[in-house]
Protein backbone atom coordinates (compact mmCIF):
# COMPACT_ATOMS: atom_id res chain seq x y z
CA UNK A 1 0.00 0.00 0.00
CA UNK A 2 3.15 2.47 0.84
CA UNK A 3 4.69 1.82 -2.23
CA UNK A 4 1.40 2.09 -4.58
CA UNK A 5 0.42 5.41 -2.67
CA UNK A 6 4.51 6.72 -3.25
CA UNK A 7 3.92 6.08 -7.01
CA UNK A 8 0.53 7.46 -7.23
CA UNK A 9 1.94 10.54 -5.43
CA UNK A 10 4.74 11.31 -7.39
CA UNK A 11 3.39 10.38 -10.55
CA UNK A 12 2.05 14.33 -12.24
CA UNK A 13 -1.52 14.59 -13.36
CA UNK A 14 -0.96 15.94 -16.89
CA UNK A 15 -4.53 18.30 -16.11
CA UNK A 16 -2.43 20.22 -13.50
CA UNK A 17 -0.04 21.57 -16.80
CA UNK A 18 -2.48 21.17 -19.33
CA UNK A 19 -6.06 21.60 -18.17
CA UNK A 20 -7.54 20.88 -21.47
CA UNK A 21 -6.00 17.14 -21.33
CA UNK A 22 -7.61 16.52 -18.25
CA UNK A 23 -9.34 13.07 -19.91
CA UNK A 24 -5.63 11.95 -20.35
CA UNK A 25 -5.35 11.48 -16.01
CA UNK A 26 -8.61 8.95 -15.76
CA UNK A 27 -6.84 5.90 -15.65
CA UNK A 28 -3.97 7.55 -12.71
CA UNK A 29 -7.23 8.72 -11.04
CA UNK A 30 -9.11 5.45 -11.11
CA UNK A 31 -5.90 3.97 -9.21
CA UNK A 32 -6.13 6.82 -6.77
CA UNK A 33 -9.84 5.88 -6.05
CA UNK A 34 -8.51 2.52 -6.35
CA UNK A 35 -6.23 3.09 -3.47
CA UNK A 36 -8.50 4.95 -1.30
CA UNK A 37 -11.13 2.17 -1.65
CA UNK A 38 -8.65 -0.38 0.11
CA UNK A 39 -6.97 2.03 2.39
CA UNK A 40 -10.45 3.05 3.68
CA UNK A 41 -11.31 -0.48 3.85
CA UNK A 42 -8.12 -1.74 5.74
CA UNK A 43 -8.80 1.05 8.54
CA UNK A 44 -12.60 0.07 8.89
CA UNK A 45 -11.66 -3.23 9.66
CA UNK A 46 -9.34 -2.45 12.00
CA UNK A 47 -11.75 0.19 13.58
CA UNK A 48 -14.24 -2.43 13.78
CA UNK A 49 -11.69 -4.91 15.18
CA UNK A 50 -10.79 -2.46 17.76
CA UNK A 51 -14.52 -1.09 19.28
CA UNK A 52 -14.61 -4.74 19.68
CA UNK A 53 -12.22 -5.66 21.63
CA UNK A 54 -13.11 -2.22 23.20
CA UNK A 55 -16.93 -3.73 24.30
CA UNK A 56 -15.35 -6.36 25.34
CA UNK A 57 -13.25 -5.28 27.94
CA UNK A 58 -14.16 -2.85 30.45
CA UNK A 59 -12.08 -0.29 31.80
CA UNK A 60 -10.23 0.51 29.15
CA UNK A 61 -11.58 3.61 28.20
CA UNK A 62 -9.17 4.57 30.72
CA UNK A 63 -5.72 2.81 29.41
CA UNK A 64 -5.68 4.26 25.63
CA UNK A 65 -2.77 1.96 24.57
CA UNK A 66 -2.16 3.68 21.14
CA UNK A 67 -3.47 6.51 19.20
CA UNK A 68 -6.35 4.59 18.01
CA UNK A 69 -7.31 4.28 21.02
CA UNK A 70 -7.40 7.40 21.98
CA UNK A 71 -9.36 8.72 18.65
CA UNK A 72 -11.99 5.81 19.81
CA UNK A 73 -12.81 7.18 23.29
CA UNK A 74 -16.17 8.89 23.91
CA UNK A 75 -15.16 11.88 25.23
CA UNK A 76 -13.36 12.53 21.78
CA UNK A 77 -16.97 12.10 19.54
CA UNK A 78 -14.57 11.15 16.36
CA UNK A 79 -16.16 9.93 13.53
CA UNK A 80 -14.87 7.38 11.22
CA UNK A 81 -14.12 10.28 8.61
CA UNK A 82 -12.90 12.07 11.05
CA UNK A 83 -10.53 9.16 12.38
CA UNK A 84 -9.54 8.38 8.53
CA UNK A 85 -8.77 11.72 8.30
CA UNK A 86 -5.95 11.83 11.31
CA UNK A 87 -4.55 8.67 11.11
CA UNK A 88 -3.79 9.46 7.10
CA UNK A 89 -2.51 13.37 8.02
CA UNK A 90 -0.39 12.04 10.99
CA UNK A 91 0.95 8.81 8.77
CA UNK A 92 2.48 11.38 6.24
CA UNK A 93 4.15 13.61 9.17
Do not use: C
Not at 53 to 63: E, L, N, S
Not at 71 to 88: A, C, G, H, K, S
Request: proline share 3%; no cysteine.
Amino acid sequence: MIRELTRLLVTPLVSDFVPWLGFLDYSLKASMNKWRASFTAIIDHVIAERKQMRAGQDGMDATASDILDVFLLPENNLDRDMILVYITVSGLV
